[in-house]
């Protein structure tokens, strides 16, 4: 990147004279590294002997779908670390060179003067004639075929590890001679060369000395607890003796790098250092994983804002695809490897979330540090807290809530540096506004020290999310590639111009033939406006509703010339394999029929797994033409070149502004297309109101907090008071104040005071037995504390919609009474969301079909809820029913049958079809029952008389989370392997975690049918994260077991310093 040019220049003189040196380094063994080979024998025999009988983890999360961009070639190709591993590999293949290593090591080992060891390291020319005898003999014996180092490597090596070899050398050679150090440093300046990192200067000598002393000492000390992390580890820290000396030569280079960058960033200097404050190695890795070289201007002037510097909240607004993401993920890099602070990332859907993981799991693993799902089921409630690696959480809004309550009450909300709020405009949408707003609010309330930063392409009324955030604002209209925005009213297309009197110009009229039966079926020449784009280029065509999609599908391909067939007809017809082998054997009708044209519909009503096929089949131009529904704008990363916006209609409800730049958004995408245009085709009926929606201004966003009461206020008090944020009424005011709603108060509820708002909040809550007010005596109304409930706690700990607590408490009591254990049943309609019953409507013939099939211990469940067969069946044969029956009740009960079905056959597509029921929505149910499940489970585990559905309902949470052969479980918990998947790297021997994470991507690629290079990539990368970050948990579980209590009676002072 362009950034820091000269500095760049200045190192690769510096590699080059270097050159020699690294590759003695390349194949030497690290210092730390020097042990005898028995250990590396013995550590790789374990290592084997634990991957062939460990027992995968009790799985406990589900649902995921993969990155779809970002298509670029992995790291593991070119970094520098993964050609010294290359390399490394290479020469430690050849049996001699085994001998070379051990060799060096225990001689490395034995040595008492460190001399012996630094000549492997030195960035001057090795001094140890052994092991450049080796090299040479090596060589030598090679011949012309025998492997080489690779000569281009130095050029590779980042700048900070230049310097590190330097650091390296300088500490070793002579721990106290601090002038021999600069000498050394100073020997690889040219003469007009400024030091590099001329503001982080080493200390002083004497510091120096003892430092290194100390730390020489420390390094012992912690050797001996390496050598026993790593027994522990075993496998899933070293994959062979190989890979362990590299993993750690790479975390040591690393870490030095970021200690320099650290130093950088604290530095009162402007200096960025190599790259924003960040190691050079963050810089290659954008450049080999994303494509990306150079920052945009905008992106440079946002990074070095001085508000930005001094790490003030920010809210910056850009238009879709101006390159948002990458200074948000500077800016997490920054907090995560300089300051060493957790980072909290919020996304709006779990898709996102999962392409994010997958995408950034790669810098984690590269990096140094943790990378943690929060969405769906997933996400660890405490987060493991971390003593040498710092976590990344990216969260869904709904877990980034639940994080955030979670480190309030273990007291570290402070360990969280920075919250990144993405698509920051959902503040202003429903009940997932309100959470947003509330987690928001609660990290300004408790932690002063926690940057905020929130990103949008739609934002209007910023000044108020300014106030509320205590934020600085950047924008600017950057757009990489440009986006032309058409309406097409009849015939004619217009181009869409703010400086036309109207608003827009004429551009073009349609002159397609069409034939009668064309014109009819096709009125708003949709055929005509795909086939100018595909199938060379991608289409999307946003429908108003679900069905329309489908329609509309089948209906182009009615009309799409016979040669669309011949374009990518092999690949075509895999994916009709794979969609038939996704359904057992079965493939929906309309996919059948339309996919062999490279076109196919995408919204809910498909499973995931479908959902995610067709979208990796798109976004490689094996499809060229999705028709969706509004909710793929603000899902998943699916660009094209062309969007077209069916009617300017979302359901029946007009378009609004933000949706519609959200989808036109779409179209153009940098590093994808090179031009992009959308096409909004209306009615003349219309045109006026989508005149005024295309030049009007954003729609402003506002808060939802008290509008979603029992989601939003309710909900907020009542965690405000279980977690002691503020538990006064005059605390709770002074709370609200500090909201995005306290700032609008007066815009949002003019007729009541935000007083009364707080007071009436909380009388409610008290008056449903979820608080209870202290008896203030004598103390003023504003200093009257409240304290939270038996069930109020629970309601907080399962997150539980206040709507239905007491619903909840009672049914669970009743439960108590008389559980059905004979079968699932029972347990099943205890957890199915009663939201979701009160939006279904039963198919009543279907249903008394499954009634009359139920065992006799199933009709009792029936008959303890008060649901009889009669009463089904005169409900399927349309009778008259004079007794009053509960309606949610019975349709909760007829939910329960459906996923009683799921777990009994664990196939969606079979259940879909028994209950005439979508599979999407099948399985959308599946996944909010297990989400309620575990919220119930959490219920249970707060109120002492609920006990005995503890046990009961970890085991139905784990299966309804995944709700497939339990073989599968350990696989699906990797991010992006779904059940489609999973069945395929199973059946081709991956069993397990590990076999992923050590799996080869190439021979993933070869032995899994329809497996891209770039999603194997991604599940290795993922694996491996899950793996380490796995490990790591356990390591230090095990470390705290074997650490002597503080508080040991009769432990004096004297006795833990022995110990
Ligand atoms: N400096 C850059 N050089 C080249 N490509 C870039 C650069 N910055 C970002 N990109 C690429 O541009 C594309 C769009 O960026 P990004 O997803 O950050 O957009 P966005 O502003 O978040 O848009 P939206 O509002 O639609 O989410 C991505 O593929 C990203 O890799
Ligand atoms: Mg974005």
């Known amino acids: 990147m362009e950034d820091g040019g000269p500095r760049i220049r200045r190192r690769v003189s ?17 210092p730390a590294e020097l042990r005898p080979s028995e250990d590396l024998e013995d550590e790789g025999a374990a290592g084997r002997r634990r991957r062939k009988t460990g027992s995968p983890e009790p799985a406990q999360e589900n649902d995921s ?14 970094s520098f670390l993964a050609q010294v591993e290359d390399l490394e590999q290479k020469y430690t293949q050849l049996p001699e060179h085994r001998e070379l290593v051990t060799d060096s090591a225990i001689k490395g080992l034995c040595s008492e003067s460190m001399e012996n060891k630094l000549p492997v390291f030195a960035v001057n020319s090795s001094t140890d004639p052994e092991t450049n005898q080796h090299i040479k003999n090596q060589s030598a014996a090679d011949g012309p075929t025998g492997p080489e180092p690779d000569s281009d490597l130095l050029f590779d090596v980042p700048s900070s590890q230049i310097l590190y070899f330097e650091r390296i050398q300088n500490s070793s050679n002579d721990l106290g001679d601090q002038s021999a150090k600069e000498r050394d440093r100073n020997s690889h300046k040219s003469p007009n060369e400024e030091p590099a990192f001329s503001h982080q200067e080493l200390p002083q000598p004497n510091d120096d000395l003892s430092e290194a002393r100390a730390s020489s000492e420390t390094s ?36 030095e790098e970021i200690s320099v960058a650290r130093k950088a960033m604290e530095s009162p200097s402007d200096d960025l250092g190599p790259f924003y404050s960040l190691p050079s190695k963050v810089r290659d890795l954008y450049a080999q994983l994303k494509g990306i070289k150079k920052l945009y201007d905008w992106q440079h002037t946002c990074l070095t804002l001085s508000s930005v510097q001094k790490r003030k909240n920010l809210i910056y607004s850009l238009p879709t695809s101006g390159g948002k993401t990458l200074v948000a993920e500077i800016l997490m890099l920054q907090e995560l490897l300089c300051r060493q602070k957790d980072v909290l990332m919020i996304l709006p859907y779990v898709a996102i979330v999962q392409e994010k993981i997958a995408s950034l799991s790669s810098f984690g693993v590269e990096l140094g540090f943790f990378v943690e799902e929060y969405a769906g089921s997933k996400g660890k409630f405490p987060p493991t807290k971390r003593r040498e690696k710092r976590s990344l959480y990216i969260a869904t809004i709904e877990k980034g809530h639940s994080l955030v309550n979670a480190l309030i009450e273990t007291g570290r909300i402070s360990s969280l540096g920075l919250v990144v709020v993405d698509e920051l405009h959902m503040i202003g949408e429903g009940s997932r506004g309100a959470i947003l707003e509330m987690t928001l609010a609660k990290v300004l309330y408790t932690s002063k020290t926690t940057q905020i930063i929130g990103m949008s392409a739609t934002l209007n009324n910023v ?34 111009d703010s400086g036309a009197e109207n608003g827009m110009t004429f551009s073009r009229l349609l002159n397609y033939k069409y034939s009668d039966a064309l014109k009819k079926m096709d009125p708003d020449h949709l055929v005509a406006l795909v086939t100018e784009v595909i199938p060379n280029y991608s289409c999307l065509v946003f429908c108003p509703s679900k069905k329309n999609c489908e329609n509309v599908a089948e209906m182009l391909c009615k009309f799409l010339s016979k040669d669309f067939l011949n374009h990518r007809e092999k690949e075509k017809s895999e994916v009709i394999k794979n969609l038939r082998d996704m359904g057992n054997g079965k493939v929906c009708p309309v996919l059948k029929r339309t996919v062999p044209f490279g076109v196919a519909y995408h919204h809910s009503g498909l499973t995931s797994d479908e959902r995610k096929l067709l979208e ?41 502004r933000n949706q519609y730049k959200q989808m036109i958004g779409r179209a153009g995408r940098a590093g994808i297309d090179t031009v992009g245009e959308s096409i909004l085709l209306l009615q003349e009926k219309d045109k006026q109101q989508v005149l005024e929606l295309i030049n009007g201004p954003l729609e402003n966003c506002y808060s939802h907090l008290v509008e979603e009461l029992t989601r939003g206020i309710q909900t907020l008090f009542l965690s405000l008071i279980s977690l002691k ?12 104040n500090g909201t995005f709603f306290g700032v609008q108060q007066k815009i949002l509820l003019k007729e009541k005071s935000l007083w009364e708002i707080t007071v009436e909040s909380l009388s409610y809550l008290t008056e449903k037995g979820l608080l209870q007010r202290d008896s203030c005596g004598a103390l003023e109304e504003a200093q009257c504390c409240f304290h939270i409930t038996k069930l109020g706690h629970a309601s907080f700990k399962g997150a539980i919609d206040l709507a239905y607590c007491d619903i909840l408490y009672r049914d669970l009591k009743k439960g108590l009474e008389g559980l059905v254990l004979e079968s699932l049943l029972h347990l099943v309609y205890l957890t199915t969301p009663y939201d979701l019953a009160a939006q279904s409507e039963p198919d009543w013939m279907v249903y008394f079909r499954q009634f009359s099939q139920l065992s006799p211990a199933e009709q009792n469940v029936a008959a303890l809820l008060g649901v009889s067969e009669s009463f089904i069946g005169k409900k399927a044969s349309g009778q008259a029913i004079r007794k009053k029956v509960d309606k949610n009740i019975v349709n909760r009960l007829y939910l329960s049958f459906v996923l009683y079905s799921l777990l009994k056959e664990t196939n969606v597509w079979s259940v879909s079809e028994k209950f005439n029921m979508p599979r999407g929505h099948v399985q959308s149910l599946l996944t909010g029952a297990a989400s309620f499940s575990s919220s119930v489970l959490h219920f249970c585990e707060e109120l002492e008389e609920f006990w005995v559905y503890r046990a009961l309902l970890v085991e139905l949470t784990k299966k309804l989370t995944y709700c497939v052969k339990a073989e599968l479980i350990p696989l699906m918990e990797v991010t992006g392997v779904l059940e489609g998947r999973a069945k395929q790297l199973y059946s081709a021997g991956y069993k397990t975690i590990m076999h992923l994470a050590n799996a080869n991507p190439d021979v993933l690629v070869r032995t899994i049918e329809h497996l891209s290079r770039r999603q194997a990539k991604q599940i290795v990368s993922s694996a491996k994260m899950l793996l380490h970050e796995k490990a790591q948990t356990l390591q230090e579980e095990a470390e705290e077991l074997l650490k002597l209590p503080a508080d040991l009676p009769g432990l004096g002072a004297s006795d833990t310093e022995k110990v």
Do not use: W
Request: aromatic share 10%; hydrophobic share 40%; glycine share 4%.
């Open 65 to 78: 779908e993969e990155d779809m961009f970002n298509d670029y070639d992995s790291f593991t190709e070119n």
């Open 220 to 255: 012992r000390r912690k050797s001996i607890a390496d050598h026993l992390k790593s027994a522990m580890a075993g496998n899933a820290t070293a994959q062979t003796p190989v890979f362990s000396r590299s993993k750690h030569l790479k975390e040591t280079l690393l870490s």
């Open 463 to 496: 000044q108020d999310l300014q106030e509320f955030l205590k934020a600085e604002y950047y924008t600017s209209q950057f757009r990489p590639v440009e986006l032309k925005e058409y309406l097409k009213v009849n015939d004619t297309i217009y181009e869409v």
């Open 616 to 656: 990796e089949a798109y976004s490689t131009g094996v499809l060229c033409l999705l028709t969706c529904t509004s909710t793929l704008a603000a899902g998943v990363n699916l660009p094209a070149r062309r969007v077209i916006l069916r009617a300017p209609y979302v359901a029946r409800e007009f378009l609004r």
């Open 14 to 30: 510096v590699r080059k004279r270097n050159r020699g040196s690294i590759e003695s380094l390349c194949v030497a063994p690290a």
């Open 725 to 736: 944020i503020a538990t006064s009424l005059g605390d709770l005011y002074q709370f609200m």
